[in-house]
């Protein structure tokens, strides 16, 4: 059974603070892991990784992918208070949407 | 604007009583999809459908309905054979079935009383 796994489940940090978000996978034919924000309501998408080593990046959230331990981290770096969410993780098959898993999520607080 | 409307955003109903959730993408979207989300838990799929009148069963269709009479709408029913059916719950559309990247509306949170 394919499993997403998040890390830490929630984090309180100060503003400018750096953080670091876990993601583990065990999943059949995997094509890409896929990261999502989810402030309120609808989650929104960050970044889609497919290749070891390659980092995605978008202003101060970052991405990397290791598919040999099968991990990826979201790096957050001068947090501010609109970066508190729930930071959600998904791996995707071969098999198409159907069998996007999803992680639990990290809840991330921001204190100003 | 392109996107997914959810509605309605909050619902309550009496156990017992069906209910219906709207999903509408104006995203020319071909796939639509219907998580739910419960604390602890991550999304778990219901019913997805990757063509108009076509439909599959996710991970936990049982108590579940839907229909894809047009591309744009994917309406959930929650019956009253549904256990456990307070939840949030997630609408999403792709491009395609095989687009990995999902498009989510805003959720629709229905409470049981």
């Known amino acids: 059974e394919d499993k997403v796994v998040q890390s830490p489940l929630s984090l309180v940090v100060h503003e400018g603070d750096t953080v670091t978000l876990n993601c583990s996978y065990e999943v059949t034919n995997f094509r890409s892991l896929l990261w999502y924000k989810q402030e309120k309501k609808a989650p929104t998408f960050l970044f889609m990784l497919t290749s070891s080593g390659i980092e995605k990046k978008s202003g101060r959230l970052s991405s990397i992918l290791d598919k040999k331990e099968l991990f990826s981290i979201l790096n957050i770096t001068a947090t501010q208070t609109g970066d508190s969410a729930v930071y959600l993780c998904?791996?995707?098959?071969?098999?198409?949407?159907?069998?996007?898993?999803f992680g639990t999520g990290t809840r991330l607080t921001i204190i100003p | 604007d392109g996107g997914i409307t959810q509605s309605p955003k909050y619902l309550f109903r009496k156990e017992g009583q069906n209910v219906t959730l709207s999903c509408e993408q104006n995203l020319n979207h071909d796939a639509m999809y219907w998580y739910r989300q419960d604390p602890g838990q991550g999304l778990r799929l219901i019913y997805y459908?990757?063509?108009?009148?076509?439909?599959q069963k996710g991970d936990i269709a049982e108590g579940y309905s839907v229909s894809r009479e047009k591309k744009e709408s994917f309406p959930l029913t929650v019956t009253s054979a549904q256990k456990n059916p307070t939840a949030f719950y997630l609408c999403a559309s792709a491009v395609f079935s095989g687009a990995n990247v999902l498009t989510f509306g805003a959720g629709s949170r229905l409470t049981v009383l």
């Open positions: 459908s990757q063509i108009v009148n076509d439909f």
């Open positions: 998904a791996v995707d098959s071969n098999f198409g949407n159907e069998k996007l898993t």
